[in-house]
């Protein structure tokens, strides 16, 4: 609280540990602001032309509540724009290739995961060799430092109970991520960011 800048609070799960933090300490609204991959606006999974309930706010809905209803500084990325997000092609033939710790280190958890979950019947049309899962934390992780790839909107935001997020007029403002001016240029820069090419 005491940072000379605000801070970037990056959320990319289900949220009990933040309105824990809330319920403890208020005050941290006051000098920092909440950058989230959560809900489904006006898209879902896989680019589906209507909202689902997300996992991560269906998964703890009343502290996605307790967090969306907070008077605090809200950015989100819901599905409509971290829910197509692949590396594939060259970007990911680049990975493979690449002998970079930290991009040998992805590929190694990349591999692993695929195995975990092999069975899912969502992944049974995957190959792990020719693309990466989808990366959805990774807008999030973006928009804590630059929008400039990306529409956004203030829209009214609420949630319910059974965790559909939902435009109202009741809801509080969030910045909301809700397409893409780029997402090829935002591929490129993952996949140079994972090669650590130039800026970190």
């Known amino acids: 609280m005491s940072s000379p800048a605000k801070v970037s609070i990056i959320s990319i799960g289900p949220v009990p540990n933040i309105a824990a933090a809330l319920a403890r300490e208020p005050g941290i609204v006051n ?5 989230g991959m959560h809900g489904s606006i006006r898209r879902g999974y896989l680019g589906a032309d209507k909202p689902m309930r997300e996992y991560n706010v269906k998964k703890h809905s009343m502290a996605c509540q307790k967090v969306f209803s907070t008077p605090w500084e809200l950015t989100i990325t819901p599905l409509d724009t971290c829910g197509n997000v692949f590396l594939q092609g060259d970007n990911f033939e680049r990975l493979k290739e690449s002998s970079d710790p930290l ?5 190694q958890n990349h591999f692993a995961w695929c195995e975990a979950v092999k069975d899912w019947p969502i992944f049974s049309n995957m190959d ?3 693309q990466s899962s989808l990366l959805y934390d990774t807008v999030a992780v973006y928009l804590a430092f630059s929008e400039t790839l990306l529409e956004m909107e203030q829209l009214p935001i609420i949630v319910t109970d059974d965790g559909k997020t939902l435009v109202d007029d009741g809801g509080q403002l969030v910045n909301c991520a809700m397409q893409w001016k780029d997402q090829t240029a935002f591929e490129a820069l ?7 090419e130039g800026q970190r």
Do not use: D
């Open 190 to 196: 993952l996949t140079k960011r994972l090669l650590n």
């Open 128 to 130: 792990p060799n020719v």
């Open 103 to 107: 991009a040998q280190a992805v590929l």
């Open 31 to 35: 000098n920092s602001k909440f950058v």
